[in-house]
C-alpha cells in the first residue's frame, strides 16, 4: 500500500495516509495499458530480435497457499488455475459489509506473483513473451519517458519501427547490448523498490517517534490477513501498514478476552488450525480468525543493533469504531463504470437542454434525423471528450 506523508508550516509530519485511487486513475490506467500493449506489438513486429519488452512469468501454484485459504476462511472460492480465473475469482470476493476483505486478497494475490522484467526479445523465445499480470500477450513501458529510461528506449525502436528515423539515428541496439542494458534497469528499478519501501519505513519511525501510547493516533483498526503459531499478522488500513500482532508474550502467558472484548495475559495455551489461533486458559478460550477486527496500539520499538520499527498491541478483540466507520465512508464512493455513466449523462443533459429545442426550429423537423445519421459525434460520445471531462474532474476541488 502506498503512504503518502503530509507535512506540516514547520514540516513536521503532520498525518500519514494511505493513498486512495481515483476512478479516473483506472480508466486512464486502462488506456495506458492499451498503449504500452499496441506499441509492444508494433515494435516487437520491426524488430524481433532486439526489441525491449515486459515479462510477467507464470507464478507457483504453491505461492497461492496463502491466498486461497484466507478466502476459504470467508467462504470464497479462489481458483488459480489462469490470470483469468484468478482475475474473476476475486471480482467475487466481495464482503459488503467490510471493503478491506476484498483489497487484502488482491494484496495476497500480488505478493504471490513474481515480478514482471524488461527483456530482450532475441534473449527469450516467443511463448515467454506474454505478460501474466495483465493477460496479454505483448505488453511494454511507452507512456513515461519522463519517469522511466525503459520508455526512451521503446520511444527510439517505435521511431525506427514507424520509418521516422533511421535504426542508427534513432539509436537502436544489438540484442545482446539491450539484454545487458535491460537487466541492469531490472537491478536498478528492484533497488528503488527496496528505497521506497526504507524510505517509508523511516518516515512511519519518524511519525510514531515521540508520541505517547495512550494518543488517539496510535490506537488503530486491525484485520487478520494470516496465521501464525504465536499470533497473526494483522494490516492496518488507517495507515496502510502490515505486521505481526503476538498472541503470546515474552513470559508465555497467552491474551484472554474479557466480556467487553478488552484483553489481558494469562497462561494458557495457542493451537493453530486451518482457519483460526485459539488461545485456551483455564479462565477460557478465544479463537482469532482472518478477517477478524481488532483494535490495536502502534508504538516504536527502539534498537541499538536494528532499525527501529512499528509494534502492535492488542487492546482489544473488537474493532476500532473510528477507523471502521472510515474505511465504509471510504467504500462508498462510486465505480468507475457508475463515474463513466454519470459524466455522460450530465455531458449529453447540458448539450441537449437549450439548444436541441432551438436548433430544431431553426433547421426544420428533419434536422435531428440528418445529424443522427451524418452528423458529427458529440464531445460527450468520444473518448477524447470523455477523458477531457475526466481531467476536469481530477483538477477540481474537493
Known amino acids: 500500500v502506498e503512504v503518502q506523508v503530509q507535512l506540516g508550516d514547520s514540516k513536521e509530519i503532520e498525518k500519514l495516509v494511505p493513498k486512495q ?24 513486429e520491426a524488430f524481433p530480435n532486439n526489441a525491449m519488452l ?17 478466502a476459504k476462511a470467508q467462504g470464497f472460492n479462489i481458483d488459480t488455475s489462469s490470470n483469468k480465473a484468478l482475475a474473476e475469482s476475486l471480482d467475487k470476493c466481495v464482503n459488503k459489509n467490510d471493503p478491506v476483505v476484498n483489497k487484502l486478497l488482491r494484496s495476497l494475490a500480488t505478493q504471490a506473483m513474481s515480478n514482471a522484467q524488461y527483456f530482450s526479445t532475441g534473449s527469450l523465445p516467443r511463448d515467454q ?12 513501458h ?16 517505435l521511431l525506427a519501427a514507424i520509418g521516422v528515423e533511421d535504426e542508427r539515428s534513432a539509436g537502436v541496439i544489438k540484442n545482446q547490448d539491450l539484454e545487458e542494458l535491460s537487466q541492469h534497469i531490472n537491478n536498478r528499478n528492484r533497488a528503488a523498490q527496496h528505497a521506497q519501501r526504507a524510505s517509508t519505513e523511516l518516515f512511519q519511525a519518524l511519525y ?5 501510547p495512550e494518543d ?71 479463537a482469532f480468525r482472518p478477517f477478524q477486527h481488532l483494535t490495536v496500539r ?8 536494528h532499525p527501529q520499527s512499528l509494534t502492535f498491541t492488542l487492546v482489544a478483540a473488537k474493532p476500532y469504531k473510528p477507523d471502521l466507520e472510515r474505511v465504509k465512508g471510504e467504500s462508498s464512493t462510486p465505480a468507475r463504470t457508475d463515474v463513466v455513466k454519470e459524466v455522460q449523462s450530465s455531458s449529453t443533459e447540458t448539450s441537449t437542454s437549450g439548444s436541441s429545442r432551438d436548433t430544431t426550429t431553426a433547421m426544420g ?11 458529427q459525434s458529440r464531445s460527450c460520445d468520444t473518448l477524447y471528450g470523455l477523458m477531457e471531462v475526466f481531467r476536469e474532474m481530477s483538477l477540481a476541488e474537493v
Request: aromatic content about 10%; charged content about 25%.
Open 21 to 44: 485511487p481515483l476512478a479516473v486513475h483506472e480508466t486512464v490506467a486502462e488506456c495506458m495499458i492499451f498503449a504500452n500493449h499496441w506499441v509492444a506489438k508494433r515494435i516487437a
Open 54 to 70: 515486459r515479462h510477467h512469468p507464470l507464478p507457483r501454484q504453491e505461492h497461492f497457499e496463502s491466498l486461497v485459504g484466507c
Open 129 to 140: 513473451y506474454f505478460h501474466y499480470g495483465l493477460a496479454l500477450d505483448l505488453y511494454t
Open 142 to 157: 511507452f507512456t513515461s519517458p519522463i519517469r522511466r529510461y525503459a520508455d526512451v528506449i521503446v520511444h527510439r525502436l
Open 208 to 212: 510514531f517517534k515521540d508520541k505517547d
Open 216 to 286: 488517539e493516533c496510535c490506537m488503530a483498526d486491525a484485520v487478520i490477513f494470516s496465521l501464525r503459531t504465536n499470533g497473526v499478522l494483522v494490516f492496518v488500513p488507517k495507515y496502510g501498514v502490515k505486521g505481526p500482532l503476538h498472541l503470546k508474550d515474552k513470559d508465555g502467558l497467552v491474551v484472554f478476552v474479557e466480556k467487553d472484548g478488552t484483553v489481558s495475559h494469562t497462561s494458557g495455551t495457542l493451537t493453530r488450525n486451518e482457519f483460526e489461533v485459539v488461545a485456551r486458559s483455564t479462565r477460557g478460550s478465544t
Open 298 to 305: 502502534l508504538s516504536l520499538q527502539k534498537s541499538h543493533a
Open 365 to 375: 423537423s428533419e434536422f435531428p434525423e440528418l445529424l443522427c445519421e451524418y452528423g
